[in-house]
């Protein structure tokens, strides 16, 4: 079905490429081409809008002892969204969530403050999508405490960011 949609739209825009050229036609063009230029972005949507799946929250986690910088981008970066991952899927009551949330927001601000100074780390899509993601997690800690998770909205699009932090991390930008 979409296949032959697309098929009469293409027919249909090269068709006015036979006639007569002047004024109404070209209008006529254009129209068409804008027609199916929006037919073809709807009927195929990119890569990109892909489903990532949100784990259940959990209140079994190992807590880390590799907390801090070590000076080396991709490392930390690695580390702290590694982090944020684990205090994105944790559930009420989990062991020691007050001491996580505290630890993991000094290691968010002492990540955030040593690299936004280096223009060819700040300009990286990784950083940037990590900085954005620290905003969200630390702003949540600010409003509601340590002790409270995330909402199923908020871990949602945390856990795009991750992945798209990943794959950054992963191609060195």
């Known amino acids: ?19 007569v050229s002047n004024e109404q036609s070209a209008r006529r063009q254009f129209l068409q081409t804008a027609s199916t230029a929006a037919a073809s972005t709807i009927l195929f949507p990119t890569i990109a809008s892909a489903e990532i799946v949100v784990p259940e929250q959990s209140k079994e986690y190992s807590f880390p002892s590799d907390w801090g910088l070590t000076y080396s981008y991709e490392t930390d970066a690695a580390r702290v969204r590694s982090h944020m991952v684990t205090a994105t899927g944790l559930a009420k009551g989990s062991d020691r969530m007050e001491d996580f949330g505290k630890n993991l927001k000094k290691e968010m601000i002492d990540f955030v403050s040593y690299y936004r100074r280096f223009p060819q780390v700040a300009g990286k899509p990784s950083f940037s999508t990590l900085y954005t993601s620290i905003n969200v997690l630390a702003g949540h800690y600010t409003s509601y405490g340590y002790k409270y998770p995330l909402p199923e909205k908020r871990r949602k699009r945390l856990y795009q960011e991750y992945a798209e932090i990943d794959k950054s991390l992963k191609r060195n930008r």
């Open 1 to 19: 079905m979409k296949t032959q949609l697309i098929v009469a739209a293409a027919i249909v825009s090269t068709a006015g490429a036979f006639s």
